[in-house]
């Protein structure tokens, strides 16, 4: 779904008197479910006329970041993880009087970073609602959270504005692109295929990974903090788990893109798809590819994360996956 169409379905549900205690906002946890966890913590908070104002105390403090009923979890910088401290913490601030009188707002960014004990402190709450207090959990990999914490949450997919899974999802769709049979003699045609998608997919992968490094040597010239310098490899292994969480975010792309070939397979070209900005790109791959392809890419690209979650090289994982969703393309489409 669009932010737009998130926003307006919460805002609803929020006017109606019937909020969801919890929305887990899936997408690039730092993109548009971000925007909009901020967007609602701005306007429940807001104690100006038109909410939200953007101008009245309330306003500004959530702007910056200050407003003590609008709390903002991430995880920690060198851990890279959502610890039982900051859960406790915020669950502490949420048991204090409102500041306005209001509602609170949490937000946790990157959910799926909690540890066990986090995430256990905090289902304790979510088991026992109370009205005043909205949670957003922001994630791209939804499957890391306990189920008991999915239970308790209303799931939207949030679509990323313009070309869907940003930058890299665009180029990513047009690699993948290259994989459904284009009528040259079939058996050539699905191996040189699958070596252009693959040379594709790691192309965009390395320029990922650049774009991530560029972002985090420009993070750590913006930081206040004084930090010792960190010394080569953690810095190397920051960078690594950073491009690590952006590359699961483009892997969850890639299935969405698959499940959507499946479903346009299956049901279709009026189908619902995840990937509305490439309803034509996933239709001419649905005609290549049919259903038996985008169902072995389903499991080629959940294979592929699986693999990558472990120190399994990278372009092996990569060109594997890729020249397996070839071969299955070129069948699929010799079938039919
Ligand atoms: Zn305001």
Redesign the pocket.
């Known amino acids: 779904m669009k932010a737009e169409a998130v926003i307006e379905m919460i805002g609803r549900g929020i006017r109606e008197g019937r909020p969801a205690h919890a929305y887990l906002l899936v997408g690039p946890p730092r993109g548009e479910p971000a925007r909009i966890a901020d967007h609602f913590a ?1 306007t429940l908070l ?3 006329a038109d ?6 105390r ?2 500004e403090m959530v702007a910056r970041g200050t407003h003590p009923d609008y709390m903002r979890v991430e995880p920690e910088k060198k851990s890279r993880i959502i610890s039982v401290g900051q859960v406790r913490d915020v669950l502490r601030q949420l048991g204090m009087t409102s500041f306005v009188g209001g509602g609170k707002v949490c937000t946790l960014v990157a959910a799926d970073r909690m540890n066990k004990e986090g995430a256990n402190a905090l289902l304790k709450t979510l088991e026992e609602p109370t009205a005043s207090t909205l949670f957003f959990l922001l994630t791209d990999r939804p499957q890391r959270l306990l189920p008991t914490i999915l239970s308790r949450c209303q799931r939207v997919t949030v679509q990323e504005p313009g070309a869907s899974g940003g930058e890299f999802g665009g180029k990513l769709a047009v690699a993948l692109g290259r994989l459904a049979p284009s009528g040259e003699p079939a058996d050539a045609g699905g191996v040189i295929n699958g070596f252009a998608a693959a040379a594709g997919v790691l192309r965009v992968l390395k320029e990922l990974k650049q774009s991530v490094k560029d972002l985090y040597d420009g993070d750590a010239e913006e930081d206040d903090e004084v930090e010792v310098d960190p010394g080569k490899d953690v810095v190397n292994a920051r960078i690594e788990a950073l491009y690590r969480e952006e590359r699961a975010g483009l892997l969850g792309f890639m299935g969405d893109w698959f499940r959507d070939i499946l479903a346009l397979s299956v049901c279709g070209p009026d189908a619902p798809v995840v990937l509305e900005d490439f309803r034509e790109a996933t239709a001419a791959a649905a005609r290549g590819m049919g259903a038996a392809g985008a169902l072995e890419g389903v499991r080629a690209v959940e294979e592929l994360s699986a693999r990558l979650d472990t120190t399994f090289p990278e372009a092996v994982a990569v060109e594997d996956a890729v020249l397996k969703l070839a071969e299955a393309a070129r069948r699929s489409g010799a079938r039919a």
């Open positions: 701005r807001c104690v100006g909410k939200p104002c953007g101008r009245c309330s306003c």
